[in-house]
DNA sequence: TTGTTCTTGTTAATTATTCGACAAGATGAC
DNA sequence: GTCATCTTGTCGAATAATTAACAAGAACAA
């Protein structure tokens, strides 16, 4: 897994780290439709980034074009699946079986990139016993247990603000590398757990606030 | 609704956006807590920014603070909000019926921040009908005609990626100026149109790029 | 072949963002 | 009232990210 290029050893900006998915959801969609061959110019014309920039991203992870030619769409879409660590399967667990959870469980969009949802938690009784997305819900209870025994990579969190810190120290005591966070809160982790956060009320007031800064009216309260 | 500070006229950076919402949660959950002042020391402590960079976002759009003293917690929250727009009403429009677009339209996070949930649409027919989130789900036929007759800010598009760009067709159409966007494809808009995109697999991917890059074992496929 | 057209990967310049430092001014103790 | 302590808002330096430009080399047409 040692990564080609000039730039090896070097930290990749978190704006590569944000395009790489964008560009894989493309290349993805090129595939598919029977697209050959691509040039940077033409990417940074679907995707809206600048080509150089393109060029700059890719160069991070080794050199995949060709000159005179461009990439070639399936084998450039491999090498980005291999630099976002699509050749491995995730297992993941969800705790929350709210409305929230349950959509993130049946979304189909990453079950067939590798990510395995392995088993679902939730305090409330009245959810425990029942099934969803092939899973039996189980009490938050077992979850510890459950760690010691599955190897976890990926832990989920869809439940209120109020217990998602609760809920993280239990993934990190039981030594999942990485958290999936959906709760409306800053969690506390260990230096070592990734974070990745998606908040779904700062979305939307991002989206308030560019509205604003254009001088939009809107609806006075 | 004219931006004070020494920073006027000046575009926005992203960063400084993406911070804003995360200070309004945490100066909520201070708020809550009862707690009167805090300095910018102690908001970075908290969030992990440094106090200089929370001093300068800030200062984007006031000076808010005193000197000795820090910053008044209701006070900046209050500034917080009138920043990111909160004083106003939003009314919203969900296109996708299906798990992840009831869990949006249920979600209380930001329906006390003053975002309306007006009307639900849908092209199943099984769905048409149904009621959720105190609305009745209607057919997709009908959504020309009622941004017609409905002033409308937000649309939110929670579909399959097929269904994505033409929803948002009919969203601009109408004159809706933003889109909160869940379907997993690049939307192409009118310039003035803002879109929001809410991409949860590039979320994920992230994550599996970071939990990579630290040389995460995992499982092999 | 040969020459023209393309397009990459990389460098250097530009632009943007973050951060440390500090003067100015408020607070609060005595 | 006086002084030591805090803490802001801002400036300039340092760091980071983006972009334009171009040499090198492949593709393709004649």
Redo the contacts between chains.
Sequence with gaps: ?TLRGRKKGEA?PQGV??R???Y???LT?LESAGVERIASAQLGE???FTAAQIRSDLSYFGSFGQQGYGYNVSELLQQVKQ?????????MVLVGA???G???G??E??RK???DLKAIFDIDPHLIGNHHAGCVIRSLDELPEYLKEN?T??GIIATPKEAGQSVCDIFTAGGV??I?NYS???LTVPD?V?V?D???????????????????G????
């Design positions: 897994m990749v780290v944000v790489l998915p964008i894989f959801r493309y969609e679907a995707l809206d630099i976002l660590g699509l050749q491995r399967v995730y297992s709210g409305n929230l349950k959509a993130i049946s979304y969009g990453f990139q590798g990510f190897q990579d990926i590398p990485s999936w409306p809160t800053n070592e990734i990745e998606m908040h779904l009320t700062d979305s939307l007031l991002r989206l308030a606030f560019r509205l604003n800064e254009r001088g939009f809107g609806s006075s309260e």
